[in-house]
């Protein structure tokens, strides 16, 4: 423990990284300001409906995305997820539009047309979402919630208008924290919204199983002892790595290869367990949307049936489904984001080499069967991981909010940001000491 606060008190005595974090919690800050500041025209006590639309199921978790902007009306009402949503658009149209696989493969001026692609497609998606919000507050809220008139045109105007400006500027801010912060910005905000609800679900629980008696203190201290578990099984899993040795020639003084497999560097690969990351969870999540929206057209008993069934996330048919459609996606999403034919190929010009694996075709044929053997428990782990909220609800009684951190896309992008920060922090660190985040390991004077 002393070695860990020496540590992280060491963070403070490099002034780039010190500002750094500096600057990414005052952006953070300004995100959660604006979460808080309501559309122009909306009587924010009149908003008790929307609350309730948002206390539980998909309207939750819609609300903990955006940190509670979406319950409140707020100007960062669509928060962040119009971006997330265009990236995934961009990524999965470079698969089959020539023009962005021939940007993917131009380096960092691509990358820039790209990032410029994926705002102009966010603006675009936005101006859809926010008359869907609008029209969503109309269905919601009282007419006398509606300063400028119930169904005005100038408020729906100036409405869509400042939605999209929120997303724009919550971009920014996102980019700016992965500029001029510590990196992975557009996540940390997502996160800062996740844990904005948090301590509100925990006190709910809390109020519920001590206050109330419906349990005791010994119920609350098992959930945060299952929960701790979840969370380790949750790190071992976006940690996890099979390491495939590679064994490259030695370069001879004169530059001849020599193709001496003693005398050569030996590395590995490393091939994530789980190398789709929180995608799956949330393709499938976007999927899941479809049954109930369908059903909800009709107003037949057995449409209305399969809405109702279908809004519940934590009915056995929801997650029986939500699962297998994880294990598709995660397959799916692991096979166009892990390029085994590029990774051949470039182990290749290397002079590197799998031992026991000629180069080329092969190679590219063994990473390939390597990667399908381990997306299999690893895309099992993570629909487990996406359906926990469901198993504690049914078995220990946990209530419905402070269950979706139980697991799902909350607990992975929390985890997945957190280790990421971590590692960018620690990369700070061994710039100017040896040990920094380190468990072991002697200090060196400060770089000038």
């Given at each position: 423990?002393?070695?860990?606060?020496?540590?992280?008190?060491?963070?403070?005595?490099?002034?780039?990284?010190?500002?750094?974090?500096?600057?990414?919690?005052?952006f953070?800050?300004?995100?959660?300001?604006?979460?808080?500041?309501?559309?122009?025209?909306?009587?924010?006590t009149?908003?008790?409906?929307?609350?309730?639309?948002?206390?539980?199921?998909?309207?939750?978790?819609?609300?903990?995305?955006?940190?509670?902007?979406?319950?409140?009306?707020?100007?960062?009402?669509?928060?962040?997820?119009?971006?997330i949503?265009?990236?995934?658009?961009v990524?999965?149209?470079?698969?089959?539009?020539?023009?962005?696989?021939?940007?993917q493969?131009?380096?960092?001026?691509?990358?820039k047309?790209?990032?410029?692609?994926?705002?102009?497609?966010?603006?675009?998606?936005?101006?859809?979402?926010?008359?869907?919000?609008?029209?969503?507050?109309?269905?919601t809220l009282?007419?006398?919630?509606?300063?400028?008139?119930?169904?005005?045109?100038?408020?729906?105007?100036?409405?869509?208008?400042?939605?999209?400006?929120?997303?724009?500027?919550?971009?920014?801010?996102?980019e700016?924290?992965?500029?001029?912060?510590?990196?992975?910005?557009?996540?940390?905000?997502?996160?800062?919204?996740?844990?904005?609800?948090?301590?509100?679900?925990?006190?709910?629980?809390?109020?519920?199983?001590?206050?109330?008696?419906?349990?005791?203190?010994?119920?609350?201290?098992?959930?945060?002892?299952?929960?701790?578990?979840?969370?380790?099984?949750?790190?071992?899993?976006?940690?996890?790595?099979?390491?495939?040795?590679?064994?490259?020639?030695?370069?001879?003084?004169?530059?001849?290869?020599?193709?001496?497999?003693?005398?050569g560097?030996?590395?590995?690969?490393?091939?994530?367990?789980?190398?789709?990351?929180?995608?799956?969870?949330?393709?499938?999540?976007?999927?899941?949307?479809?049954?109930?929206?369908?059903?909800g057209?009709?107003?037949?008993?057995?449409?209305?049936?399969?809405?109702?069934?279908?809004?519940?996330?934590?009915?056995?048919?929801?997650?029986?489904?939500?699962?297998?459609?994880?294990?598709?996606?995660?397959?799916?999403?692991?096979?166009?984001?892990?390029?085994?034919?590029?990774?051949?190929?470039?182990?290749?010009?290397?002079?590197?080499?799998?031992?026991?694996?000629?180069?080329?075709?092969?190679?590219?044929?063994?990473?390939?069967?390597?990667?399908?053997?381990?997306?299999?428990p690893?895309?099992?782990?993570?629909?487990?991981?996406?359906?926990?909220?469901?198993?504690?609800?049914?078995?220990?009684?946990?209530?419905?909010?402070?269950?979706?951190?139980?697991?799902?896309?909350?607990?992975?992008?929390?985890?997945?940001?957190?280790?990421?920060?971590?590692?960018?922090?620690?990369?700070y660190?061994?710039?100017?000491?040896?040990?920094?985040?380190?468990?072991?390991?002697?200090?060196?004077?400060?770089?000038?």
């Amino acid at each position: 423990m002393k070695k860990f606060i020496e540590s992280f008190l060491s963070v403070w005595k490099i002034e780039e990284l010190k500002n750094r974090i500096l600057i990414t919690l005052g952006f953070l800050l300004v995100y959660r300001f604006g979460a808080q500041v309501p559309l122009p025209g909306i009587d924010i006590t009149k908003l008790e409906n929307l609350a309730t639309q948002t206390d539980k199921g998909i309207g939750w978790l819609i609300d903990v995305f955006t940190g509670g902007a979406f319950s409140q009306a707020s100007v960062f009402a669509l928060g962040i997820m119009p971006y997330i949503s265009a990236s995934i658009v961009v990524q999965l149209m470079g698969i089959a539009i020539p023009y962005l696989q021939k940007l993917q493969k131009e380096g960092e001026s691509g990358r820039k047309k790209m990032n410029q692609i994926t705002r102009w497609l966010t603006i675009g998606i936005t101006l859809v979402q926010g008359p869907g919000y609008i029209y969503n507050l109309y269905r919601t809220l009282p007419a006398d919630a509606f300063l400028l008139g119930f169904n005005s045109f100038g408020f729906l105007f100036s409405s869509v208008i400042i939605l999209t400006t929120g997303t724009v500027f919550a971009m920014w801010l996102g980019e700016k924290i992965t500029d001029k912060g510590i990196g992975n910005g557009i996540s940390l905000l997502i996160m800062a919204g996740i844990l904005a609800r948090m301590p509100q679900a925990f006190i709910q629980e809390f109020s519920s199983v001590v206050t109330n008696n419906n349990g005791g203190p010994m119920l609350i201290v098992l959930e945060i002892i299952v929960w701790l578990l979840v969370i380790i099984a949750c790190i071992l899993m976006v940690m996890a790595v099979r390491k495939i040795p590679v064994q490259y020639a030695r370069r001879s003084i004169s530059g001849d290869l020599e193709q001496d497999l003693m005398g050569g560097d030996r590395q590995f690969i490393p091939l994530k367990l789980n190398a789709s990351g929180v995608m799956p969870i949330i393709f499938a999540q976007a999927i899941m949307f479809i049954p109930a929206a369908v059903a909800g057209l009709s107003q037949s008993e057995t449409a209305q049936s399969i809405s109702t069934r279908f809004q519940n996330i934590f009915g056995w048919e929801y997650n029986l489904l939500f699962a297998l459609l994880i294990v598709i996606f995660t397959y799916f999403y692991t096979a166009i984001t892990v390029p085994t034919n590029k990774m051949a190929d470039d182990l290749k010009r290397s002079g590197g080499f799998i031992p026991g694996v000629k180069p080329g075709v092969e190679t590219a044929d063994f990473l390939d069967k390597i990667m399908s053997l381990i997306t299999f428990p690893g895309s099992l782990f993570l629909a487990l991981l996406a359906v926990f909220p469901a198993i504690v609800v049914s078995i220990m009684g946990v209530q419905s909010q402070w269950a979706l951190f139980f697991g799902g896309t909350s607990l992975l992008i929390m985890v997945g940001v957190v280790i990421d920060t971590v590692q960018q922090i620690n990369s700070y660190l061994l710039n100017k000491h040896y040990d920094g985040l380190m468990k072991s390991g002697k200090n060196r004077k400060a770089i000038a």
